[in-house]
T-cell receptor
Framework: KAGVTQTPRYLIKTRGQQVTLSCSPI?????VSWYQQTPGQGLQFLFE???????NKGNFPGRFSGRQFSNSRSEMNVSTLELGDSALYLC?????????????FGPGTRLLVL | AQSVTQLDSQVPVFEEAPVELRCNYS??????LFWYVQYPNQGLQLLLK??????LVKSINGFEAEFNKSQTSFHLRKPSVHISDTAEYFC???????????FGAGTRLFVKA
């Protein structure tokens, strides 16, 4: 089975721009979670989607949004980028029907905001 | 609200020496506990998890962790480390009812020859 894939792997943007990141979960997985990883803060939970619905949300501003499609693929959007948004963005998938479940992580998208 | 504290940000150790990576959590409800490992330039992989039952859980590569409810800890140990164990290790907690996992800040294990 193919693992979790994330595109693009690397991205450079400037302040004020917006960005969309994509995540394709493992086949059959219906839950996708997004995390922001920075050296100082570790992994911080952004949100989790299951069957196209946001089921959980972390403490991030409204500039961070996401969605999930009927094939379970998910996108994350960050509008009006700030320097502090530079980070590794990880997505993780799981079957999603019960709690808890092992999450399978993608390699991440490294975003640099200049 | 739940939180996870990993007490050491970096742990240098010589090859074949024992190691303990410490993790404490806080939660007002029952929890599930996880250790994930992140090798350089890779995503996270599950190392081991505690859901219920025996409080000592083991991974296939020699790591083990013990759930201690009274001390709210889930420390990770290995009796003899290898160079290949060099990675960042994350402790995580999930409450038994939700679908949200909270991660600690990570501990960077550096194994020296």
């Amino acid at each position: 089975k193919a693992g979790v894939t994330q595109t693009p792997r690397y991205l450079i943007k400037t302040r004020g721009q917006q960005v969309t990141l994509s995540c394709s979960p493992i086949s059959g997985h219906r839950s996708v979670s997004w995390y922001q990883q920075t050296p100082g803060q570790g992994l911080q939970f952004l949100f989790e989607y299951f069957s196209e619905t946001q089921r959980n949300k972390g403490n991030f501003p409204g500039r961070f949004s996401g969605r999930q499609f009927s094939n379970s693929r998910s996108e994350m959007n960050v509008s009006t980028l700030e320097l502090g948004d530079s980070a590794l963005y990880l997505c993780a998938s799981s079957l999603g029907a019960t709690s808890p479940e092992t999450q399978y992580f993608g390699p991440g998208t490294r975003l640099l905001v200049l | 609200a739940q939180s996870v504290t990993q007490l050491d940000s970096q742990v240098p150790v010589f090859e074949e020496a024992p190691v303990e990576l410490r993790c404490n959590y806080s939660s007002s409800v029952s929890v599930y506990l996880f250790w994930y490992v992140q090798y350089p330039n890779q995503g996270l992989q599950l190392l081991l998890k505690y859901l219920s039952g025996s409080t000592l859980v083991k991974s296939i590569n020699g790591f083990e962790a013990e759930f201690n409810k009274s001390q709210t800890s889930f420390h990770l140990r290995k009796p003899s480390v290898h160079i290949s164990d060099t990675a960042e290790y994350f402790c995580a907690v999930s409450d038994t009812g939700g679908f949200k996992t909270i991660f600690g800040a990570g501990t960077r294990l550096f194994v020296k020859a």
